[in-house]
């Protein structure tokens, strides 16, 4: 059989071997993931037919489908979590507090927790353009048998065992790893099921995109400001060519392929950044390394940072190894 004609099922049983602690239980949650990204997915095109239907007249336009979809995609990962009893806890950008979740018994047995956003670049919902999922799993590091608690969530990215993305754009992909590599798998919507299609994903070295909002500059710090400069002049492969979907994971996954850097620096406007650490950053700066590539707050590695709230905010710089060093080096000379 070809490479490209496994599907993430049989992947997923292939590579249980391969994690640090072999119960069965990461490769349940994955398999979790992909049936809650296959109901988002269902849901998310057909958002932009919601009007259409209801203009039709349609009766049974519930409440539920007026829903936003950020809600909805909330509501259906931690459901798909919480009825496979597979996790102690689930932390979300869409809930203030994490979630405390039982395992079979009532018990509070379950290992792993998992933080995530279910809905990336939602403001590019209703224009029709990719939006994402976002996650991140840890084993827990408060005993086994007792609540889950605040600091099982907030561990470095370092310790992450797993973390991945779903894009919804011209076709479905669910890319993830487990610390062994990234592989991306496409959604054949027919028959609903994901297919191997980008085995062992890497970011060029090198790349000529830059993705940021520059609609912030005036607000930048000036080594980024510098940075843009640098990839605005002509000089051998330069000016580089500026994409900016505003949508993390769509701008990330492009970039990764291609070659090519995200930034969301601080700005006047956003001291701490924007983007936040423990569901958006640190997935993406796991799966930047896996690939070859770097995630750095401007000045020192993202997954190396102890987080101290949930929810906290990060300056963010991810994505091909040499220019993210580049974007660095920018950075402390402008310091000097
Ligand atoms: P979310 O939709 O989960 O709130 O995330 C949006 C994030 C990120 O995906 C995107 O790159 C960034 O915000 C865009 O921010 P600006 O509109 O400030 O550029
Ligand atoms: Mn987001
Ligand atoms: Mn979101």
Do not use: W
Not at 22 to 29: A, F, M
Not at 59 to 73: R, T
Not at 235 to 241: A, H, L, S, V
């Amino acid at each position: 059989m070809k490479e490209h004609n496994k599907t993430l099922g049989e992947f997923i049983i292939e590579n249980q071997k391969s994690f640090q602690y072999s119960s069965g239980e990461l490769s349940r949650i994955i398999n979790a993931i992909r049936l809650a990204a296959k109901v988002v997915n269902y849901k998310v095109n057909k958002a932009g037919l919601v009007d259409i239907v209801g203009a039709a007249g349609e009766q049974n336009i519930q409440g539920e489908d007026q829903q936003k979809l950020d809600v909805y995609a909330n509501e259906i990962f931690i459901q798909t979590l919480i009825n496979r009893e597979i996790v102690c806890g689930i932390a979300s950008e869409e809930n203030d507090d994490f979630i405390t979740v039982r395992g079979s018994d009532n018990s509070h047995t379950n290992k792993y927790v998992v933080l995530m956003d279910p809905l990336d670049g939602s403001s590019n919902i209703d224009v029709n353009v990719s939006v994402g999922t976002i996650f991140s799993v840890y084993r827990r590091i408060t005993p086994v048998g007792t609540p889950v608690a605040l600091e099982d969530f907030l561990q470095p990215g370092v310790n992450q065992v797993a973390a991945g993305y779903v894009i919804y754009g011209t076709s479905t992909m669910l890319v993830y790893t487990t610390g062994h590599g990234v592989n991306g798998f496409t959604l054949n919507p027919a028959i609903g099921t994901f297919y191997l299609s980008h085995p062992n994903m890497m970011f060029p070295k090198e790349g000529i995109i830059y993705s940021i909002n520059e609609g912030n500059y005036v607000h930048f710090p000036q080594g980024v400001k510098d940075y843009i400069k640098y990839c605005q002049l002509e000089e051998g492969d330069r000016p580089y060519t500026s994409r900016y979907i505003g949508s993390l994971v769509s701008d990330f996954h492009r970039n990764m392929i291609k070659g090519g850097i995200y930034l969301y620096p601080t700005s006047s406007k956003a001291p701490k950044g924007k983007l936040r650490l423990l569901y958006e950053c640190n997935p993406m700066a796991f799966i930047a390394e896996q690939a070859g590539g770097k995630a750095s707050d401007g000045f020192g590695r993202i997954l190396e940072i102890r987080p101290t709230e949930l929810h906290e905010r990060v300056p963010f710089f991810c994505g091909s190894y040499a220019m993210v060093e580049k974007a660095e080096d920018f950075m402390r000379n402008a310091k000097k």
